[in-house]
Nanobody, 119 residues
Framework: QVQLVESGGGMVEPGGSRRLSCAIS????????VGWYRRAPGRQRELVAA???????QYSDLLRARFSISRSDVGNTVYLDARGLLLEDTAVYLC?????????????WGQGTQVTVSS
């Protein structure tokens, strides 16, 4: 069983920065990809960034300039660094893990961490 716990959310002023963390725990699986998504009020869930087991990254074209995904050396924590935050970045940010190679969907999801951008 895979468990994902996101942290680092909170209130931030426009233009500010935030580091979100996704702690991955469990046993008996390999991680092939980790994605960060967000779900804003009244909007569909959207991909922010993803990273695979080789360290290759993928970003939303609209967000790549302000968001950066990385992982710890051990690989059990994946980070999402956000800078220049805008009001429209307010959302629940969720991480997801794929334990299958070349999968088109993610197998496990965290509960999310709320980021609120407000002055």
């Amino acid at each position: 069983q895979v468990q994902l716990v996101e942290s680092g959310g909170g209130m931030v002023e426009p233009g500010g920065s935030r580091r979100l963390s996704c702690a991955i725990s469990g046993s008996g699986f390999n991680i092939f990809a980790v994605g960060w998504y967000r779900r804003a009020p009244g909007r569909q869930r959207e991909l922010v960034a993803a990273i695979n087991g080789d360290g290759e990254t993928q970003y939303s074209d609209l967000l790549r300039a302000r968001f950066s995904i990385s992982r710890s050396d051990v690989g059990n924590t994946v980070y999402l660094d956000a800078r220049g935050l805008l009001l429209e970045d307010t959302a629940v940010y969720l991480c997801a893990v794929s334990v299958r190679p070349y999968a088109r969907t993610y197998d496990y999801w965290g509960q999310g961490t709320q980021v609120t951008v407000s002055s």
